[in-house]
C-alpha cells in the first residue's frame, strides 16, 4: 500500500522569476512541496500535466527531466531546458493544488476538455508571449531574446500562473470562453492576474519581502502588485518599471466605457482585487496591533499579511462557483463574492465585507450597497416537494427538477436548455471545520439572435447566440442558497449588438482560418449555423509600460 509520502514531489523553482531573484536574493529558487499524485514520471508527467518539450521554431525536442523515485524529485540543473520543464510543471501544479485545497473550492477541477492531462510546452518557440490554447489542450510559454539576454516565459512564476488561470476557469467556467461581452473577455485577464498575485502571497518569503519593501504600507507599488517584471524590463530595457500590468491602479468602470479591450477592461477588477486585499491586511494590521500592545511587543505585520491573503483566497475564488454559466458582468462576480464569503462567514466580525462594498463602489461596477445584494431567492415552499438526492442523482435527475420549475426559474415554456454543470465540493472553514456540503447546478439554452446590418461589419446578415442560463446553489437539505440567473431580455440583447457592432468598428474580429486575421483580438467561426466569438490567445499579450 503507498504511504501519502509517496504522492509528495519536492522541486525547487523561482518565487518570482530571475530579474525578482537577482533584486531580492531571498526570492531565488527555493524549494517547495507539491502533492501531484503517486503516479509521476519523466518530463515531468502527473496526473494532470504532461510536460511535452518541443521547440517549434527550431524543430527540436529536448529530453525530458529525470524523475528520481527514490527521492521523489527530478534532476534538473539551474540554466538546463530540464530546470525549465521542472520550472513550468511545478508552478502549474502548484496553482492547481491552490484552488482545489479544501480551504478554497474543496473539489476537483475538470479541464474543459476531454482527458485528464493539460500539456506544458515550456519551449514552445521564439516569440514574446505565453498561452493557454483550449483546443490544443496546451500551456505555451515562448522565449525571446531580451535586452541583455534570453528571456524564458517558463521561468516567471507570474506567467505560469496567470496561463494556468486561464485553463482552471476554463474548466471551471467553459462557456467565458463564448465572449458576449467586455465584462466576460476581461474577467478571463482578471482571473489570470488575481491567480498570480495569490499564489506568489502563498510563499513566505513573498510576504516577507513585500512587507520589507513596502515597509507595511501595501498601498504602495511592490514586486506582487507589478507583474512579470523581467517580461517587461526583457522587453523595454531597465530604465524605469516596465511590466504587464499593475494591480495598484485607480481604473474604474467610467474610465473603460469607451476602451473594450480585455487587458485594459480587466484593470478595473484585478485593481479592485487588489484594493480589497490591501484593505483585509489592514484590519488585520489594526487587530495586531491591539493584540501587540496587550503583551507590550511590536505588532506582526507579516502575520496580519498571512491571515489576509488566505481570507482573500478563499474570498476571490470559492465566488466562482456562485457565477453565472455564460455572459458574466462585474456586477454579477460582485455578488457572488458577497454571498459566498457570507455563507462560509455569517458574522463577519472584522467588517471584510464592508471593505469589499465599498471598493466595488468606488470602482463603479455597483452605484449602491442595495445592488450588491444577490437576485431574491424563492423560497422553500415555492418547489414542489423535492430531495437533495433528487437534484444530485445525475445531470438527468436535475434537468427533470429544472424542467418542473421552469416558471419559478423564469425558462420560457417551450425552450430547449441543457445541464451545463452538476458537481459537489468539501469545503473546510477555519480550524479544518468541515463545511456543510453544497450542490452547484448550472443550466444553459441560446437564443439566436439576426445581426443585420453594416455595422456589424465580418458578422452581417449572420445568426449570433444570446447565451441564458443560470447558477443554482443548494445545501444538503436541499435549501436554495443562492440564485443567479441570465435572462434573454431585450437589455441584454441591445448591450450584445452594441458590442459586436463596436467590435466590428475597432476591426478587431477576424475568422479563425484568415492567416491575416492571426493579430487580431477576436476570431470567430460557425458552429450549427451560429457564429461562435471567442477571444485569440494567441494574439500577442498588450504591454503595458509605467
Not at 36 to 64: E, H, I, Q, T
Not at 183 to 191: K, S, V
Not at 208 to 229: C, F, M, P, W
Not at 458 to 477: K, S
Request: aromatic share 10%; with cysteine; charged share 25%.
Amino acid at each position: 500500500m503507498a504511504s501519502a509520502s509517496d504522492s509528495i514531489v519536492k522541486t525547487r523553482v523561482y518565487q518570482g522569476d530571475p530579474l525578482v531573484a537577482r533584486k531580492y536574493p531571498s526570492l531565488g529558487i527555493q524549494e517547495i512541496e507539491l502533492h501531484p499524485g503517486a503516479v509521476v514520471f519523466d518530463g515531468p508527467v502527473s496526473p494532470r500535466f504532461a510536460v511535452v518539450d518541443y521547440d517549434a521554431s527550431n524543430n527540436k525536442l529536448f529530453p525530458p527531466a529525470r524523475f528520481q523515485r527514490r527521492q521523489r524529485q527530478f534532476e534538473a540543473r539551474p540554466n538546463s531546458p530540464q530546470f525549465r520543464q521542472v520550472n513550468a510543471w511545478a508552478v502549474a501544479q502548484l496553482t492547481l493544488e491552490m484552488y482545489e485545497d479544501p480551504k478554497v473550492l474543496g473539489r476537483r477541477i475538470p479541464w474543459a476538455f476531454p482527458g485528464n492531462r493539460l500539456f506544458i510546452l515550456p519551449h514552445a518557440g521564439y516569440w514574446e508571449n505565453a498561452l493557454y490554447d483550449r483546443k490544443t489542450r496546451t500551456l505555451q510559454f515562448f522565449y525571446f531574446q531580451g535586452q541583455e539576454k534570453p528571456i524564458y516565459t517558463a521561468l516567471s512564476h507570474d506567467i505560469i500562473s496567470h496561463e494556468t488561470g486561464h485553463a482552471i476557469l476554463d474548466g471551471i467556467r467553459p462557456l467565458y470562453n463564448e465572449i458576449s461581452s467586455p465584462d466576460t473577455a476581461g474577467f478571463h485577464e482578471f482571473i489570470g492576474d488575481a491567480t498570480a498575485i495569490l499564489l506568489a502571497f502563498s510563499h513566505q518569503a513573498y510576504r516577507k519581502a513585500v512587507i520589507q519593501e513596502a515597509r507595511g504600507n501595501l498601498r504602495k507599488d511592490t514586486i506582487v502588485a507589478s507583474l512579470a517584471d523581467e517580461f517587461g524590463t526583457g522587453l523595454y530595457g531597465s530604465a524605469g518599471r516596465y511590466f504587464l500590468r499593475n494591480a495598484i491602479n485607480d481604473m474604474t468602470m467610467s474610465k473603460v466605457r469607451y476602451t473594450w479591450e480585455s487587458h485594459v477592461y480587466s484593470e478595473v477588477l484585478t485593481g479592485a482585487f487588489y484594493e480589497i486585499l490591501i484593505g483585509l491586511y489592514e484590519k488585520q494590521q489594526d487587530l495586531e496591533a491591539r493584540k501587540a500592545r496587550k503583551r507590550g511587543a511590536r505588532p506582526n505585520r507579516i502575520a496580519a499579511l498571512s491571515r489576509a491573503v488566505v481570507h482573500m483566497r478563499r474570498l476571490a475564488l470559492r465566488a466562482l462557483d456562485y457565477c453565472p454559466p455564460v455572459d458574466i458582468s462585474y456586477l454579477d462576480y460582485a455578488r457572488a463574492l458577497l454571498r459566498a464569503d457570507e455563507l462560509a462567514y455569517p458574522k463577519d466580525e472584522l467588517g471584510y465585507r464592508n471593505v469589499v462594498r465599498r471598493v466595488f463602489r468606488r470602482r463603479g461596477i455597483a452605484a449602491t450597497n442595495h445592488e450588491l445584494e444577490p437576485e431574491p431567492t424563492p423560497p422553500r415552499d415555492a418547489f414542489e416537494t423535492y430531495t437533495f438526492a433528487d437534484v444530485d442523482d445525475s445531470t438527468v435527475s436535475a434537468y427533470h427538477f429544472l424542467d418542473r420549475h421552469r416558471r419559478l426559474l423564469e425558462i420560457p415554456p417551450n425552450q430547449d436548455f441543457h445541464v451545463a454543470s452538476l458537481y459537489g465540493n468539501a469545503k473546510e472553514g477555519d480550524r479544518l471545520h468541515q463545511m456543510p456540503r453544497e450542490l452547484i447546478l448550472t443550466y444553459v439554452w441560446e437564443k439566436d439572435i439576426l445581426l443585420s446590418g453594416r455595422r456589424y461589419g465580418p458578422l452581417n446578415n449572420q445568426t449570433f447566440p444570446l447565451l441564458c442560463g443560470g447558477t443554482l446553489v443548494m445545501d444538503e437539505r436541499a435549501n436554495l442558497l443562492y440564485l443567479c440567473r441570465k435572462k434573454d431580455d431585450p437589455e441584454r440583447e441591445e448591450r450584445l449588438r452594441d458590442y459586436l457592432a463596436y467590435l466590428a468598428r475597432q476591426n478587431a474580429i477576424g475568422h479563425v482560418d484568415d492567416p491575416e486575421a492571426r493579430d487580431k483580438p477576436f476570431h470567430y467561426e460557425l458552429r450549427r449555423g451560429r457564429v461562435s466569438l471567442t477571444q485569440n490567445r494567441l494574439a500577442m499579450h498588450q504591454r503595458r509600460r509605467r
